[in-house]
């Protein structure tokens, strides 16, 4: 009876062992690892319809740090653009945050919403106009609707400084308004079709006066006003601007110098755009400040421009972001190597408080139209 019990028992206990023998021998599950996905770098130039250009800027904002004012800026600039695509962003960075942050919360954000990605150009500058702001965003955006219809007119940067203390920038804020509003007629626009106006300023103490001047002077501006650099030793107060024209120009870029503005060799008062499409472009930055380096930045852009079926030669507007006198030398001993002499693009060029690089000495940022 014993000998038929343990049998059974055997028998019982048998296909359990086999089971488990067999969850050993199984081959164990492969761990499947999620690859993520690479985010692109900002285009170094975008392409775009003159005719429907319009022009945006982000709120400030003194909430958290750089990376959460950065979201928060682009989200309301996101907003306001709606349906209009975001062409370029061009990031106005203050305090000690990293200002390679721009680019790279940029590219995420619009590969997140799976759309293009605008070119990008960052400047770091001394203040912005609200305690704890780090950021400013100005956009170009591009829309289904033909709202410049004769084309844009890019002024200069005008107004300029005085040996008055850095707090004593009104004049030269009169003196940049009256010169845009000017340079603006002579294009074929008005005060009223001046779209973006971008004032680099010494003091932000009188800031809400610059604001009320402006808008005065250009009600449909969308203004951007920042400290250029922390410590300024003089006055200055230069304001660049966009404006629509009112007839369209006979060539696709053609340089407005009017005689009774006391034109100059180095740049132009403006350039107006007749071209259907405009080459806006991000910054290539000089890194160190040997003359080779300096070449090399302006070569590195020429072929931004050559990928994009355009030239140095067809330059309408310079944007030149400077962190040291002797780099300004440089650039402008070296400039003309590469612009059209006869036909200087407009410009502004000042110094800034720093760039994207610890070795950067300078950064371009152009427009410029297809060949």
């Known amino acids: 009876m014993r000998n038929v019990l343990a049998l059974l028992l055997i028998l019982t206990l048998l296909p359990a062992a086999m089971l488990a023998q067999k969850k050993k021998k199984k081959k164990p599950e492969v761990e499947i690892t999620q690859t993520l996905e690479v985010i692109p770098d900002p285009p170094a130039s975008v392409t775009v319809e003159t005719a429907k250009l319009e022009f945006l800027a982000s709120p400030l904002s003194g909430k958290g740090l750089l990376s959460q004012q950065i979201r928060d800026a682009l989200k309301s600039l996101r907003t306001q653009a709606g349906a209009r695509q975001i062409v370029k962003i061009r990031a106005f960075v203050a305090g000690t945050g990293d200002q390679r942050r721009v680019q790279s919360i940029v590219a995420e954000t619009f590969a997140e919403k799976k759309q293009p990605l605008p070119a990008v150009a960052t400047i770091q500058v001394g203040m912005l106009p609200m305690e704890g702001a780090q950021v400013i965003l100005e956009a170009v955006v591009s829309g289904k609707k033909a709202v410049n219809p004769n084309g844009l007119g890019f002024l200069s940067g005008m107004g300029g400084g005085s040996k008055e203390g850095p707090e004593k920038l009104l004049p030269m804020l009169d003196k940049a308004i009256a010169d845009l509003s000017h340079a603006a007629k002579s294009g074929g626009s008005d005060a009223a079709d001046v779209q973006r106006v971008t004032c680099l300023l010494s003091s932000l103490d009188t800031i809400a006066e610059v604001r009320t001047r402006v808008a005065k002077a250009f009600p449909a501006a969308v203004l951007v006003a920042v400290q250029a650099q922390r410590l300024h030793d003089t006055a200055l107060a230069e304001c660049e601007a966009v404006t629509r024209l009112r007839t369209k120009p006979a060539d696709a870029l053609t340089m407005l110098n009017p005689p009774e503005m006391n034109p100059s060799p180095m740049y132009s008062k403006g350039a107006l755009i007749g071209a259907e499409k405009l080459i806006l472009t991000g910054t290539q930055m000089a890194f160190h400040s040997e003359d080779k380096d300096v070449h090399l930045a302006f070569q590195r852009m020429s072929k931004v421009l050559e990928a994009a079926g355009s030239s140095m030669k067809l330059v309408a507007f310079s944007s030149l972001h400077a962190l040291t006198n002797p780099i300004i030398a440089k650039i402008r001993a070296t400039r003309f190597d590469y612009y059209?002499?006869?036909?200087?693009?407009?410009?502004?060029?000042?110094?800034?408080?720093?760039?994207?690089?610890?070795d950067a000495s300078f950064a371009i940022e152009l427009v410029a139209v297809p060949r």
């Not at 200087?344 to 408080?353: F, I, K, R, V």
């Open 340 to 358: 059209d002499k006869a036909k200087p693009p407009a410009a502004t060029l000042l110094l800034y408080e720093g760039l994207p690089s610890m």
